[in-house]
Structures are given as structure tokens and as C-alpha cells.
């Protein structure tokens, strides 16, 4: 009993202790934002604004090019899906390439491969070389989608983890509505100039995101994996609030990594460049880590088969055959849906962390079913209406600014980071990029189909099937996805265990048997 006793006063003590350096209750430090914590996952997720103003540029630029050069609706559905497909390609080479030559100059090589891309595209005398500059680009964007929320999440607390790994879908919805803006404003140029111009602008950013990187640290948890132990100690220094959280940090990570290399991390770490992961992952995983590939690769899945990106980037030929025929007033409608989804885009940034990944992921997941549903029944009157009803017309972009909404508050932010924080440290870089590589080889299927099935089914049969797959969707997420809220990312691991290990002391809940 006194052994109990003192054993209780020691926790409690230690407790105080941490409360005085500013731990949470979970020992994961200060609640506050680190200043420079913040600014580091603002530039790092600054990449991903290339990927939304593709998208939305792009919504407005193919309407032009399909008329300037003369190409086929099938030509199109290449040209945008084209950029998806390819991107896979960066997302599947961007894991190794971190865990090479680290996260920091992974950023700098994603931006640089777009900036070649958008040159190509602005300046592209045919349907060819503007398809080779779309490829080009893909590949960037590839390597920007996996790199900005992993190296996010490497330096950021467990306290602002959601928040800060949710800014790169703040950033893609920035440039969403960016590129609606851009092509509600070049609209009126000669057919010749506006899509260079829409395109090519890109270039911008790219440049600004290349410089920039030069201000950020590399990820501590990287320097840790490659046993440079005391430059992940001066970063993680920066990046806490205090010398205490660093030190706790530092200690937390150094014990993983030593747990995922099966060593002491020291300087015999420097030759480690990610080897025997893709094996770990696909030809001999073990039963947590097949659970953590279930959970990455379905919620990237149904991101993309919930068709988002092809709503968006169709958009403007949905209207038309609802009766819309003006192009400043197509693109007008989807300025009207870029501000909606930068709109809850932010709450839920915002809010992620208060409320959890689940409550929000489902709660969006329910509302894109219904509200494809209802776009479904608006399209199909309208089709079926010789009159075109401004009413059902109105209906209708009320239900697209609610998908993509409720879109912007689940599925758009939490797919980023819980892809991001399940993996542990050696197999995070090359499993999130496995899990985007599928991300977007759905995206770039949808998006090369989306016309070619809504021909044979209409416009108003294909949201039926997109909202069926959101009901499959929301199943999916209930069952298999657990709650991540407030846990470090080595703490996420106990997450995914066998629930008969008790392993560290029972560290956290533990998942649902698959």
C-alpha cells in the first residue's frame, strides 16, 4: 500500500512538473502555437497552392483551349486528367526521394519540376507539347502532395498537428479560387493569349515557393533517422516552446526511431536512405501496418472517387447543360463555389483539433451524399425541362457549393493529415506517398471519364453514383479510421496494435478489429 502511495505522489509530481514546463495533459507541450512552428508548415504547405490553382485555372483555361485548338472532348478529358495520372508518378518517387536527400530539399525539387511544367504549358504552340507540359507538372504536384503535410507534421506538436497538417488543403482551396478568379478575369482576352496566360501564370508561385524554402529548417525527425541527433535538437529548440518540450521531443522521437531501425540512433545512421520500406509495406507487412494501408489508402480512395476534382474542373460544362451559356457568368458561379470552399476549409483548420478527425470526416462524408443526391435530382429535371427554371437552376448551384463544402470540411483537409501522422517515422515518407499515388491515379480515372460516362448516364446519373460512393465511403471511415486527436505521431502507432500488446504501458485506444 505505501509502495502504491509513493508510486502515485512520484506520477503526480511528475505531472506538476510537466505543467510547469507547459506539457499538456498528454505530455505533448505548451497548447500554444509556436510562432515559428507555424510559419514553417505555412511555406511548406504553400506548395500545394499549385495543385488547386491547376484545378481551378484550369475549370475556365479547357473551355478556350478546346475552341483555340480545335480538339475533341476526349482530348480534353486527356489534357486535365492527365495531371492527376502523372502526379502519381511524383508521389510514388517523392517518398524515396525525402528519405534521400530530406524532406526541405524535397520541397524545393517539387516546386522547381512545376515551374518547368507551367513555362511548357504557357508557351505551348500545340495540343502535344501543351499534354507534355501538363505531365511535367503532374510530377510536381505529385511530389508537392505528399512532401508539405509529412513535413508538417515532422515539426509540428501534438496540440496543433490537425491545424497545421490541414493548411495544405487551405492552400489548394486558395489556389482553387485563385484560378477562378484568374479566369473570370482573363475571360475577356483573345482566345490566343487568355488560356497561355491562365497557365502560365502558375510560374509564379513556384518561383516564390523555391525561394522561401530557404528560411525552413530540415524536419527533425528526419535528422534523428539519418542519427544527426544534435541538429534535430537545435530545430526542435526553435519549433517548441520551451527547452523542456524540446528536450521531451526529442526523447520521444529518438525512442521511435531507435524502435523502427531496431539500433541506437547514432552516426551509423547516415547511410540509411529508406531502404527495405516498399518491402515492408507490401511483400511482408505486419498485421498494425496492413491496418495503417487499409486506413491511407481507403480515405485516399474515396477523396478522389468521390468526384471533386472532376466536379470542379467540369463545373463550367455541368451549367452549360443546365442552361448557363454566358462564360463570365459560368465563371462566376464557380467563384461563388471557391469562396465556399475556402470558407469551411478554415473551420474546419480551425476546429480539427478541438473536435477530432472523425466527428468532422463523417460529418462531411454524410453531407456529400446528400447533397450529390440533390444535385442528382436537380440535374435530372433539368434535363427532362425545356424551360430550364432559373429555380432548379439556382437548386443546383446551391447543391455543388454544398458538396464542395462539406467536401472542404471532411474529406478535403483530414485525407492530408491523417495520411500524414498514421505511418510510423521509417515508413511515413514512402507509405503517404504510396497512399497519394492512389489518391491520384483515382483522381486522374475520374477525371478522364467524368465526361465520357456523363454522356451515357447524364450529368444527373453520374452524381447518383458519386453519392452512392460517399454512402460506401462513410461506412468505411466509421469502421476503420480511429480518432487521432491530441496523440503524438509515436504515440499514433499503439493506435493500429493488436489489442492484446501492451506495449509502453497501453499507450491509447486501440482500433477496431479488421
Known amino acids: 500500500m505505501a509502495a502504491e502511495e509513493a ?39 504553400t506548395n500545394s497552392i499549385l495543385l488547386g490553382y491547376d484545378i481551378g485555372v484550369m475549370s475556365g483555361a479547357a473551355l478556350f483551349i478546346k475552341e483555340n485548338l480545335k480538339i475533341t472532348s476526349v482530348q480534353v478529358e486527356i489534357l486535365v486528367g492527365s495531371l492527376n495520372v502523372l502526379s502519381l508518378i511524383g508521389s510514388l518517387a517523392s517518398g ?3 528519405d534521400y536527400i530530406g524532406r526541405r530539399y524535397t520541397i524545393v525539387l517539387a516546386a522547381a519540376t512545376f515551374l518547368v511544367g507551367a513555362l511548357l504549358m504557357g508557351f505551348a504552340p500545340s495540343f502535344s507539347l501543351l499534354l507534355v507540359g501538363r505531365i511535367v507538372a503532374g510530377i510536381g504536384v505529385g511530389y508537392s502532395l505528399m512532401i508539405s503535410p509529412v513535413y508538417t507534421a515532422e515539426i509540428s506538436p501534438a496540440m496543433k498537428r490537425g491545424f497545421l497538417t490541414s493548411l495544405p488543403e487551405v492552400f489548394i482551396v486558395s489556389g482553387i479560387l485563385l484560378g477562378y478568379i484568374v479566369n473570370y478575369s482573363l475571360s475577356g482576352l483573345p482566345q490566343n493569349i487568355n488560356w497561355r496566360l491562365m497557365l502560365g501564370f502558375a510560374a509564379i508561385p513556384a518561383v516564390a515557393i523555391g525561394f522561401g524554402v530557404t528560411a525552413m529548417p530540415e524536419s527533425p525527425r528526419w535528422l534523428v533517422m539519418k542519427g544527426r541527433t544534435d541538429e534535430a535538437k537545435r530545430v526542435l529548440v526553435k519549433v517548441s516552446n520551451s527547452s523542456q518540450e524540446a528536450g521531451f521531443r526529442l526523447g520521444e522521437i529518438t525512442k521511435a526511431a531507435a524502435m523502427d531501425l531496431g539500433q541506437a540512433t547514432s552516426s551509423s545512421n547516415s547511410n540509411w536512405r529508406g531502404q527495405g520500406v516498399w518491402r515492408e509495406l507490401l511483400l511482408s507487412p505486419t498485421r498494425p501496418v496492413r491496418r495503417i494501408l487499409v486506413a491511407a489508402i481507403g480515405i485516399n480512395f474515396f477523396m478522389q472517387a468521390s468526384g471533386n476534382d472532376a466536379v470542379i474542373y467540369y463545373c463550367p460544362e455541368v451549367f452549360k447543360v443546365a442552361g448557363i451559356q454566358n462564360k463570365r457568368q459560368l465563371f462566376g458561379v464557380n467563384v461563388i463555389m471557391g469562396v465556399a470552399k475556402a470558407s469551411f476549409v478554415l473551420i474546419s483548420a480551425l476546429y480539427l483539433d478541438r473536435f477530432g478527425r472523425r466527428p468532422l470526416l463523417l460529418l462531411g462524408s454524410i453531407g456529400m451524399a446528400v447533397s450529390l443526391a440533390v444535385l442528382g435530382m436537380g440535374s435530372k429535371f433539368l434535363e427532362h425541362s425545356e424551360t430550364k427554371p432559373l429555380w432548379a437552376i439556382i437548386v443546383c448551384i446551391v447543391a455543388v457549393c454544398a458538396n464542395v463544402s462539406f467536401f472542404s470540411l471532411g474529406l478535403g483537409p483530414i485525407t492530408w493529415v ?73 504515440e499514433v502507432w499503439a493506435l493500429f496494435e493488436d489489442k492484446d500488446k501492451n506495449d509502453d504501458g497501453g499507450r491509447g485506444m486501440q482500433m477496431r478489429e479488421m
Open 418 to 490: 491523417y495520411s500524414s501522422e498514421i505511418f510510423p517515422l521509417r515508413l511515413r515518407a514512402q507509405g503517404t506517398g504510396l497512399a497519394i499515388s492512389v489518391n491520384r491515379l483515382v483522381s486522374g480515372v475520374v477525371s478522364m471519364t467524368f465526361l465520357t460516362i456523363s454522356k451515357k448516364i447524364t450529368f444527373g446519373g453520374m452524381f447518383f453514383v458519386l453519392s452512392g460512393i460517399m454512402v460506401a465511403g462513410t461506412l468505411f471511415f466509421y469502421f476503420f479510421l480511429p480518432e487521432t486527436k491530441n496523440k503524438s505521431l509515436e
Open 96 to 98: 524515396k526521394t525525402s
Open 7 to 45: 508510486q502515485m505522489d512520484a506520477k503526480e509530481m511528475e505531472s506538476q512538473q510537466q505543467t510547469a514546463a507547459g506539457y499538456d495533459d498528454f505530455g505533448h507541450g505548451s497548447t500554444g502555437l509556436n510562432k515559428y512552428t507555424f510559419f514553417c508548415a505555412l511555406l511548406a504547405s
